[in-house]
T-cell receptor, first 114, second 117 residues
């Protein structure tokens, strides 16, 4: 089945450690995105990538890094510089060729920093 | 700067009645609007969308209305069902010169809909 897979679903890390969240899609979508959800704030864009080997900062990129070495994969690293990393992280993808360009989301990763 | 706003954090509706969820935007460059539904600890799922060249789009029980002059859109669900209880997000994007949007969405804060049996 085609879709977006985020792993793990729950992740616990100690403060000061970097952590990488995985996102893989087999939808052959060109663009991929990382959003963060906090209570009462909706979804905020962290980074996005429209093609392989290229990515752009979103609205809240500080303390995060990404790579896009393959079309199918867009991992997000939450670095120790991120001041408030505990959140629900959502990965999404979309096709440039679709007229109705809704983004398809993964199931999310709940990151808790202790 | 919140470019997409959902001013009602929650809405409670009786089963069978109409649910109306509202969304306002400030950026006049937005020309494509979407509604997503989200259950706790899951990713949002796409519900319905509307282009700025239209003022209404209907899909089964779901209808989205767009008032460009007021920069306002609304989602109507009728009749409402208990399974509709979820968080609803409004989102907006821009369509490029090629006629496609890259899916880079700006989201509102969400409205929690509760449909009572």
């Amino acid at each position: 089945d085609g879709g977006i897979t985020q792993s793990p679903k729950y992740l616990f890390r100690k403060e000061g450690q970097n952590v990488t969240l995985s996102c893989e899609q087999n939808l052959n979508h060109d663009a991929m995105y990382w959003y963060r959800q906090d209570p009462g704030q909706g979804l905020r864009l962290i980074y996005y990538s429209q093609i392989v080997n290229d990515f752009q900062k979103g609205d809240i990129a500080e303390g995060y890094s990404v790579s896009r070495e393959k079309k199918e994969s867009f991992p997000l690293t939450v670095t120790s510089a991120q001041k408030n990393p505990t959140a629900f992280y959502l990965c999404a993808s979309s096709s440039h060729r679709a007229k109705v360009t809704e983004a398809f989301f993964g199931q999310g990763t709940r990151l808790t920093v202790v | 700067d919140q470019q997409v706003k959902q001013n009602s954090p929650s809405l409670s509706v009786q089963e069978g009645r109409i649910s109306i969820l509202n969304c306002d935007y400030t950026n006049s460059m937005f020309d494509y609007f979407l509604w997503y539904k989200k259950y706790p600890a899951e990713g949002p799922t796409f519900l319905i969308s509307i282009s700025s060249i239209k003022d209404k789009n209907e899909d089964g029980r779901f209808t989205v209305f767009l008032n460009k002059s007021a920069k306002h859109l609304s989602l109507h669900i009728v009749p409402s069902q208990p399974g509709d209880s979820a968080v609803y997000f409004c989102a907006a994007s821009r369509v490029n010169a090629g006629g496609t949007s890259y899916g880079k969405l700006t989201f509102g804060q969400g409205t929690i809909l509760t449909v009572h049996p």
